[in-house]
């Protein structure tokens, strides 16, 4: 029997930040059960940031280290660019002549992404945005993928995802595509930033997972505390704490003695400060040390990408074979 079919991917945003770690953490779990393919999602970077696009080539490669680093493992899963893989385009072509429009207009995301983009002052009142589920459910069904790994926020595009596959079958009488399911990760993704909002490069906000000790106690070092503790002495409120919150996930055996102290106001923030930046550097030390021996060789990721384009590529054709053959095209 062959494995099930897993694929998942994230827009390359440059270097990832330790929100991102459990799902990579979930990522790698996958790949004992599954083949899975993972993908660094630049064109739907494109639908949102078609006029910034100088550095998502760097960004790629970065991310891709960072993917490697957090133990993704490129013997068993293959790990690519989506703009390698032209089919993708092809198929995304093909779905968007038979998909009611009123489907993607009324996505729940389209009109919050577009409200919350215009407000930083970005228009993306465009065809491809629009299109961007579309594009989404191309990269899925075009490997066959049974399951998908994704945030909450995803799951409105795996439900058009599976609505798409179940018309084109029914159009078609075909069976060529299975309908995915997603794997919901569970949410340590709401870690929020040093500064109590979601955690986002754009914010400056987070921690990278490459982050060198002394970046780790930077950020650290800036975290909003319980604000209406001035002295060391007061009592504090560890629930309105991000440096708590950081602590309940990333040292949870020490939690609630931690909550304790500080109701009690027998320790002082900077304290505290210093035992979180502790762990994150024992949680972040092992995959900063693999990610220094990938960064000094851009052969073995260009290597590890053109391997993955090859076989991304050949599954893709598989798939799309059978799809022109339903159609009759
Ligand atoms: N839309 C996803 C995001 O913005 C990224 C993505 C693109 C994706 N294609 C995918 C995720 C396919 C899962 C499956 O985060
Ligand atoms: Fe937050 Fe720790 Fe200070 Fe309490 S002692 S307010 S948990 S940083």
Redesign the pocket.
Known sequence: MSKKIILSGMRPTGKLHIGHMSVLENWVRLQDEYQCYFMAADWHALTTSYDATADIKDNIYEMMIDFMAAGLDPERSVLFVQSQVKAHAELHLLFSMMTPLSWLERCPTYKDQMVQLKEQGKDINTYGFLGYPLLQAADILIYGASAVPVGEDQLPHLEMTREVARRFNHLYESKVFPEPKALLSEQTALLPGIDGRKMSKSYGNEIAISATPEEIWEKVRMMV??PQ?IRKNDP???EV?V??KY?QIYNREESDG?ADV?RKGE???FD??KRLAAVLDGFLAPVRDRRAQLAGKPETVRDVLEDGRIRAMTKAEETMEQVREAMQI
């Open positions: 505390t319980d503790r504090g409120h560890p704490c440096v708590y602590q931690i500080c320790m002082g923030c505290c400060k």
